[in-house]
């Protein structure tokens, strides 16, 4: 399937984005560049032989930190990591609902 101009403009106007002219061109050329490189990835000889692999590198290992605080360090402090809220109630940042 082939991105056309009239779906570039139906998604823009269901995201409430305005498009112009050569905004809408541009997007056409980046799906067709997209289009090309899956098709090229889809020409891959016996590719549907090869087992899909979680990581790129076959020895890799997730090393994760300890979420313990280092010797001699206290973290900070929380009215430090609280002064750019627009607004804190009991220590916690306040957000605004955003379901109803």
């Known amino acids: 399937m082939k991105f056309t101009k009239e779906m570039v403009l139906d ?3 269901k995201l409430l984005i305005g498009l112009n002219e050569e905004e809408v061109n541009l997007v ?4 067709q560049i997209i289009d090309e490189t899956i098709s090229s990835v889809c020409d891959i ?3 549907s032989k090869v087992e899909p692999m979680t990581h790129a ?3 890799f290992t997730f090393v ?3 979420d313990e605080l280092e010797d ?9 990591l609280l002064r ?14 955003v379901v109803g």
């Open 11 to 13: 998604y823009a106007d």
């Open 28 to 31: 056409l050329e980046e799906f």
């Open 45 to 47: 000889p016996d590719l």
């Open 57 to 59: 590198l076959d020895d």
């Open 64 to 66: 994760l930190r300890s």
């Open 72 to 80: 001699g360090k206290d973290g900070y402090p929380t009215e430090v």
């Open 84 to 97: 750019n809220a627009e607004k804190v109630e009991n220590d916690e940042i306040v957000v605004p609902k």
